[in-house]
């Protein structure tokens, strides 16, 4: 069965330090993977997508995340975190056989940046 | 980049009203649209996938006749919500297509008193 896993349901970190956010994933065929942001009462922001090529892809907000086909992941990744980078973050993919498009997605991770 | 919006952003209505609710993709054509529900603090639920010009493709357990969808055109999908009652009350948001990527709505907080 398709799925994606976000273990974390949320991740603290300091204003300047790096921050991880995990994300693994199950497709049974080769995977679209992508990562949205979500501010408070507000839709999805599209933050990067890996489709196919380099495994390390560069996103919006200096977001970057890093396919790893062998440990099926997808972790998100900012080597210095802003307050403002606070708020909720979905991992989601998309087998790339599936016609329908349907994106599986993961339960978010709450991403909290304090000062 | 691509932008989606979504019509109204906020609507409060009577039990038994039925509520429409517009998303346009505004600089590209979307073959593809879909409807997402989304409840307090949990991640998107679809409801349905809707291609232009034909039929929504509804996910198990969602009505049909309650949530009716219509894709007329290649920018614009609309969710009408008919016979509304409280439990009906969500953050609904749609999204679209584009090549390989959805581009999401900021989406509709609908309460129904």
Redesign the interface.
Known sequence: AQSVAQPEDQVNVAEGNPLTVKCTYSVSGNPYLFWYVQYPNRGLQFLLKYITGDNLVKGSYGFEAEFNKSQTSFHLKKPSALVSDSALYFCAVRDMADSNYQLIWGAGTKLIIKP | ??V?S?HPSRVICKSGTSVKIECRSLDFQAT?M?WYRQFPK???M?MA?SNEGSKA?YEQGVEKDKFLINHASLTLSTLTVTSAHPEDSS?Y?C?A?EV????????T?LTVL
């Open positions: 980049g691509a989606v979504q593809t879909f949990q991640s998107l679809l996938t493709t953050f948001i999204s297509r390989y990527t959805q581009y999401f709505g900021p989406g907080r």
